[in-house]
């Protein structure tokens, strides 16, 4: 019986502490390709490179690194290295969640959403910043990733995953549950280098969420791993006949 292909990206790059555990994980299950940003690509959202050159370098056999987003990343190993024949996709394992409205600013998702969009079924996985231990959500990331090769995706929708701190013992509970709220801080950092001149930081305080049930941000809050079906659809479908009423 064949192998099924799998193609593993992130957006923490080829060092990203992530990507070895996940690697391991799919080798289990399948033939692995990597195909991963030469540089940590965090919130790089689903952007592609359009306007320079992609330079790839091959670090070994089935492993590649290239110069542009994680969404170039799999579109490119998708099309180019691997010519359309992947059975599944997935990215991560992150260092830090994507849980609610992370998930339009993460590349990991969008790694995910860019395989989605070429009908190859995908997962995102995604682990609390804080921890350091990597196995166990490989462990569970290849009982997900065995299920997805199993039964298959619907066209236009792929899996986002996350991973509380793991506990003692490994994971007790996976839900499904969809996307929770996230707070961000709105704080600008205004600095001034050697030579007087102005530079901003945007990122802020560490970003917080809402524990309501049902969520992912509650699921993780109780020590649960979440996973959350996500569409490229965006529309709203339930407004579409109120903004039909509107006089343009």
């Known amino acids: 019986m064949k192998r099924p292909r799998i193609l593993v990206c992130n957006d923490d790059g080829i060092h990203g502490p992530g990507l070895t555990p996940l690697v391991a994980a799919m080798k289990r299950l399948g033939r692995v390709t990597v195909s991963v940003p030469e540089h940590e690509r965090s919130a790089d959202s689903h952007s592609l490179t359009l306007h320079k050159p992609i330079r790839i370098r091959k670090v070994k056999e089935d492993v590649y690194t290239l110069n542009g987003s994680p969404a170039d990343c799999a579109r490119f190993a998708i099309l180019e290295i691997l010519k359309g024949k992947v059975d ?7 260092r830090g969640y994507n849980l ?9 998702v969008a790694a995910a959403m860019e395989a989605t969009l070429l009908k190859i079924p995908s997962v995102a996985f995604s682990l609390n910043a804080e921890a350091d231990d990597y196995k166990p959500a490989g462990v569970v990331a290849q009982r997900v990733a065995r299920q997805v090769l199993r039964r298959g995706l ?5 899996l986002n995953v996350n991973f509380p701190a793991p506990p003692k013992g490994g994971y007790k509970a996976t839900v499904a549950a969809k996307l ?3 707070i ?15 530079y901003f930081w945007l990122a802020g305080r ?22 959350t079906p996500l569409r490229i659809d965006n529309t709203d479908h339930a407004y579409l006949q109120a903004l039909s009423s509107w006089k343009f």
């Open 154 to 158: 619907p066209l236009g929708l792929c």
């Open 180 to 182: 929770g709220r996230r």
């Open 88 to 94: 599944l996709v997935v990215s991560g394992i992150n």
């Open 206 to 227: 560490q970003v917080s969420g809402i524990d309501e049930p049902g969520t992912d941000v509650g699921a993780v809050s109780h020590g649960e791993v979440s996973i």
């Open 100 to 108: 609610g409205e992370d998930v339009i600013y993460s590349g990991t």
């Open 184 to 198: 961000y801080g709105t704080d600008i950092t205004r600095r001034a280098d050697p030579r007087g001149l102005e």
